[in-house]
């Protein structure tokens, strides 16, 4: 089912707003982002339609339980979307949570960093 956003529901993109979406990527792939993008702008929005809905909350979860992040606001809707294959206007649940950077943020990325990168040196020093 293809859906089009109806004219005037278009917002502008924000610089650190991710709009996720179940089919095109991997989890992991949004989880890492959000946090590239909560180091560069201190917070991030994640954004969803209905069925990735789950995924977004599972994305924002994944952040505040491993403590990397903080929730700050979640908000929910529905959206008009023209269906073009009935060609009528169907609802759409909307999702947005609002994750800003945690007290431990770049503690727990630093550490993150070195103990990736320690088996590599480790790995270095055996072969020489």
Same mark, same amino acid.
């Given at each position: 089912m293809a859906t089009v956003a109806l004219p005037g529901s278009t917002e502008p993109q %924000? %610089? /650190?707003? &991710?709009? !996720?979406? /179940? $089919? %095109?990527?991997? =989890? @992991? @792939?949004? !989880? /890492? =982002?959000? %946090?590239r993008y909560i180091q560069q702008h201190n917070e991030v929005e994640l954004s969803a339609l209905g069925m990735a809905i789950t995924t977004v !909350? $599972? &994305?924002?979860?994944i952040l505040k339980n491993n403590g990397l992040a903080t929730q700050k606001k979640v908000l929910t809707s529905t959206v008009g979307m023209k269906d073009e294959s009935k060609g009528r206007l169907v609802q759409k649940a909307k999702i947005e949570i609002v994750l800003g950077k945690s007290e431990k943020f770049d503690s727990l990325m630093s550490a993150a960093t070195t103990t990736t990168s320690a088996p590599e040196a480790a790995a270095v020093e055996d072969k020489e």
């Open positions: %924000k %610089k /650190n707003r &991710i709009q !996720v979406s /179940n $089919t %095109k990527k991997p =989890l @992991f @792939f949004y !989880v /890492n =982002l959000a %946090k !909350v $599972t &994305i924002a979860e």
